[in-house]
């Protein structure tokens, strides 16, 4: 059913209109149903929505550049030549998608993949927060996920001489270009 | 009398992990529920969160709830209930712990250990038995090659993450005193061997969680060529003893099987021709060259019984390494005219059916010039999962060479030292069980 091309689906789905998502911010946006599958959440809106006959699913959780930002990606997932792509190339992909994002962005991307169901994105998220994180020092998690350090200055001590190991090397990249 | 410990004192505390969570049986990395709208009633399971979550209440869901939705059965967290929430008030602060959790399972081993520092709620959650678990089932961080050298007095361990491109160096002050050789490591686990005294003994040890154990002692004592297998679907692992090292007398092939806990008498190789060390276990066999002249033996674990393979190795071939592939693949890595102009590495693979060693790659001469500068120069050549690398001391390099892409490429990052002689790809996980 899904092709590569956009054209094509439409036709397929002259049958099967769009349906139209209305975000927090009274954004509406238009999802091809094959698309809208992959997430069990707008599936479940949609139970309710037709049996109350209206044309607009409200998805009153999500801002519209978020919703909108999620579409295109679940659209992506639907392309044919996406599920060929291999790890090297769905990775390079997920990097150009994130760009330049902050990790607040990811974090509330992540949040609304997990409130819509779309378990690859949110797994992506995760992943790209996790990416975002590894590198940096102890202070920079704590300042970027506001964190109390609730340990005393010897109890931290003692922990980071137990793993220092885990220090050597210190070409921790504080750059602030995650926050 | 069984040794095993964990690590001393001082490097104990944090690196063990904690005993008392309970493990959790559900944490199995099966594919999240994700209902589309055949499903039947009752309550939605929407949220791909949840996959930490205990074990028989309906999985957790970050409690943002959209409205016109039916209300969700009562969903909890593991450890807290989370108040109603609207997504854009105070995210980081009110971080679900499972959200949390999903993020650092993805973060790579050896940097798990630093994020320990960041306060007592990480500190807790990185050294559960339950988050680790969870953690090791994230695919894989490697591979990585972990080096092992021991003067008189201290052992070196250090691992270089290819992904990451670092080194880092693992202590390893917790082996006994006689563990001097690496057998190899398999399935995060690193297996040692060494003499004690006049007793040659095998330790196995997970440096991520410095925990070892000290395995009983072969039937017939006698330092031992080795080699550890990890089968992680039953969670077990073996040992195999073949040959004496000294290759006077031919002896019983041994078997250690962690189920057990026991080493098992097997059959002799027959004794045809000097053995080498080189060995590489596939598909449940052993195979093993031989010298003068080169040949193959084949032992296999279901009946104990050793055979030998009539493939006629290359000619001229010099320093023939074997080395498994995935499944059934087995390598042949070598030399070939080493005297001569034409001096070149190649790889062969084992043709099962018909006994033949068939070429598939030839080492360019760029690589193979730049790899060992001077002809006749030793080389170490080990693999895992159709990566074969090859390290030469002298240069301090590393070469990997991908058997299904057919690509070969420097490693990155990776300076290698003269000491480093002693290496195998290594797999860290948190998970792997010395029992």
């Given at each position: 059913?899904?092709?590569?091309?956009?054209?094509?689906?439409?036709?397929?789905?002259?049958?099967?209109?769009?349906?139209?998502?209305?975000?927090?911010?009274?954004?509406?946006?238009?999802?091809?149903?094959?698309?809208?599958q992959?997430?069990?959440?707008?599936?479940n809106?949609?139970?309710?929505?037709e049996?109350?006959?209206?044309d607009?699913i409200?998805?009153?959780?999500?801002?519209?550049?978020?919703?909108?930002?999620?579409?295109?990606?679940?659209?992506?997932?639907?392309?044919?030549?996406?599920?060929?792509?291999?790890?090297?190339?769905?990775?390079k992909?997920?990097?150009?998608?994130?760009a330049?994002?902050k990790?607040?962005?990811?974090?509330?991307?992540?949040?609304?993949?997990?409130?819509?169901?779309?378990q690859?994105i949110?797994?992506?998220?995760?992943?790209?927060?996790?990416?975002?994180?590894?590198?940096?020092?102890?202070?920079?998690?704590?300042?970027?996920?506001?964190?109390?350090?609730?340990?005393?200055?010897?109890?931290?001590?003692?922990l980071?001489k137990?793993?220092k190991?885990?220090?050597?090397?210190?070409?921790?990249?504080?750059?602030?270009?995650?926050? | 009398m069984?040794?095993?410990?964990?690590a001393?004192?001082?490097?104990?505390?944090?690196l063990?992990?904690?005993?008392?969570?309970?493990?959790?049986?559900?944490?199995?990395?099966?594919?999240s529920?994700?209902?589309?709208?055949?499903?039947?009633?009752?309550?939605?399971?929407?949220?791909p969160?949840?996959?930490?979550?205990s074990?028989?209440?309906?999985?957790?869901?970050?409690?943002?709830?959209?409205?016109?939705?039916?209300?969700?059965?009562?969903a909890t967290?593991s450890?807290?209930?989370?108040p109603?929430?609207?997504?854009?008030?105070?995210?980081?602060?009110?971080?679900?712990?499972?959200?949390?959790?999903?993020?650092l399972?993805?973060?790579?081993?050896?940097?798990?250990?630093r994020?320990?520092?960041?306060c007592?709620?990480?500190?807790?959650?990185?050294?559960?038995?339950?988050?680790?678990?969870?953690?090791?089932?994230?695919?894989?961080?490697?591979p990585?090659?972990?080096?092992?050298?021991?003067?008189?007095q201290?052992p070196?361990?250090?691992?270089?993450?290819?992904p990451?491109?670092?080194?880092?160096r693992?202590?390893v002050?917790f082996?006994?005193?006689w563990?001097?050789w690496?057998?190899?490591?398999s399935?995060?686990?690193?297996?040692l061997?060494?003499?004690?005294?006049?007793?040659?003994?095998?330790?196995i040890?997970?440096p991520?969680?410095q925990?070892?154990?000290?395995?009983?002692?072969?039937?017939?004592?006698?330092?031992?060529?080795?080699?550890?297998?990890?089968?992680?679907?039953?969670?077990?692992?073996?040992?195999?003893?073949?040959?004496?090292?000294?290759?006077?007398?031919?002896?019983?092939?041994?078997?250690?099987?962690?189920?057990s806990?026991?080493?098992?008498?097997?059959?002799?190789?027959?004794?045809?021709?000097?053995c080498?060390?080189?060995?590489?276990?596939?598909?449940?066999?052993?195979?093993?060259?031989?010298?003068?002249?080169?040949?193959?033996?084949m032992?296999?674990l279901?009946?104990?019984?050793?055979?030998?393979?009539?493939?006629?190795?290359?000619?001229?071939?010099?320093d023939?390494?074997l080395?498994?592939?995935?499944?059934?693949?087995?390598?042949?890595?070598?030399r070939?005219?080493?005297?001569?102009?034409h001096?070149?590495?190649?790889?062969?693979?084992?043709?099962?059916?018909?006994?033949?060693?068939?070429?598939?790659?030839r080492m360019?001469?760029?690589y193979?010039?730049?790899?060992?500068r001077?002809?006749a120069?030793?080389?170490?050549?080990?693999?895992?999962?159709?990566?074969i690398?090859?390290?030469?001391?002298?240069?301090?390099?590393?070469?990997?060479?991908?058997?299904?892409?057919?690509?070969?490429?420097?490693?990155?990052?990776?300076a290698l030292?003269?000491?480093?002689?002693?290496?195998?790809?290594?797999?860290?996980?948190?998970?792997?069980?010395?029992?």
């Amino acid at each position: 059913m899904a092709t590569s091309s956009s054209n094509t689906n439409k036709a397929d789905h002259s049958k099967n209109p769009p349906l139209t998502l209305r975000s927090s911010d009274g954004k509406e946006l238009k999802i091809f149903r094959i698309v809208a599958q992959q997430s069990s959440t707008i599936m479940n809106l949609l139970d309710l929505e037709e049996e109350s006959n209206t044309d607009v699913i409200p998805v009153s959780e999500v801002d519209g550049s978020t919703l909108e930002k999620l579409i295109e990606l679940m659209n992506n997932h639907t392309e044919k030549s996406f599920n060929y792509l291999g790890v090297k190339e769905r990775k390079k992909f997920y990097n150009d998608f994130f760009a330049n994002w902050k990790i607040l962005d990811v974090l509330n991307f992540g949040l609304v993949a997990n409130y819509l169901g779309v378990q690859v994105i949110f797994d992506e998220a995760c992943q790209k927060m996790a990416d975002m994180i590894k590198s940096k020092s102890v202070e920079w998690v704590r300042k970027v996920f506001e964190i109390k350090n609730d340990f005393t200055p010897e109890e931290e001590e003692d922990l980071k001489k137990e793993n220092k190991w885990a220090y050597e090397r210190g070409d921790l990249d504080d750059g602030d270009d995650a926050i | 009398m069984i040794e095993m410990g964990e690590a001393s004192e001082t490097e104990s505390r944090t690196l063990l992990m904690s005993s008392s969570s309970v493990e959790e049986e559900s944490l199995r990395r099966s594919p999240s529920p994700i209902f589309g709208r055949g499903s039947c009633g009752g309550s939605r399971n929407t949220s791909p969160l949840g996959r930490m979550g205990s074990r028989n209440t309906s999985p957790s869901r970050i409690k943002t709830k959209p409205r016109g939705l039916d209300e969700e059965t009562a969903a909890t967290f593991s450890k807290f209930v989370q108040p109603d929430i609207r997504m854009e008030d105070n995210i980081w602060a009110m971080l679900p712990e499972d959200l949390l959790n999903e993020i650092l399972a993805r973060v790579p081993p050896f940097m798990i250990f630093r994020l320990r520092s960041v306060c007592k709620r990480w500190n807790s959650i990185l050294q559960d038995n339950g988050f680790l678990k969870f953690h090791s089932q994230v695919p894989s961080h490697g591979p990585c090659l972990l080096t092992y050298w021991k003067n008189s007095q201290t052992p070196q361990c250090s691992v270089f993450s290819l992904p990451l491109k670092q080194w880092f160096r693992i202590p390893v002050t917790f082996l006994p005193r006689w563990a001097f050789w690496l057998v190899g490591s398999s399935g995060g686990l690193v297996c040692l061997s060494g003499m004690d005294g006049l007793t040659f003994k095998t330790v196995i040890c997970n440096p991520l969680t410095q925990k070892w154990r000290t395995l009983p002692s072969l039937h017939y004592n006698q330092q031992r060529q080795l080699i550890m297998v990890v089968n992680r679907k039953d969670r077990s692992f073996k040992v195999i003893a073949t040959s004496d090292v000294f290759s006077d007398k031919s002896l019983p092939t041994e078997v250690y099987d962690s189920k057990s806990n026991k080493w098992s008498v097997h059959e002799r190789m027959p004794a045809v021709n000097l053995c080498s060390s080189k060995m590489a276990f596939c598909d449940s066999r052993l195979y093993l060259e031989t010298l003068s002249p080169l040949g193959l033996m084949m032992y296999r674990l279901d009946t104990g019984q050793w055979e030998h393979i009539p493939a006629k190795f290359p000619r001229s071939l010099l320093d023939g390494y074997l080395v498994a592939g995935s499944k059934k693949r087995l390598f042949l890595v070598g030399r070939i005219g080493l005297y001569s102009t034409h001096q070149s590495m190649k790889i062969w693979e084992l043709d099962h059916s018909k006994y033949v060693w068939v070429e598939i790659s030839r080492m360019p001469p760029r690589y193979f010039r730049a790899l060992l500068r001077l002809s006749a120069e030793r080389f170490e050549c080990f693999g895992q999962d159709n990566l074969i690398c090859f390290t030469s001391w002298n240069q301090g390099k590393g070469l990997l060479y991908d058997v299904d892409k057919k690509a070969w490429s420097w490693i990155a990052g990776c300076a290698l030292q003269a000491y480093n002689s002693q290496v195998c790809f290594y797999e860290p996980r948190f998970d792997s069980v010395i029992y």
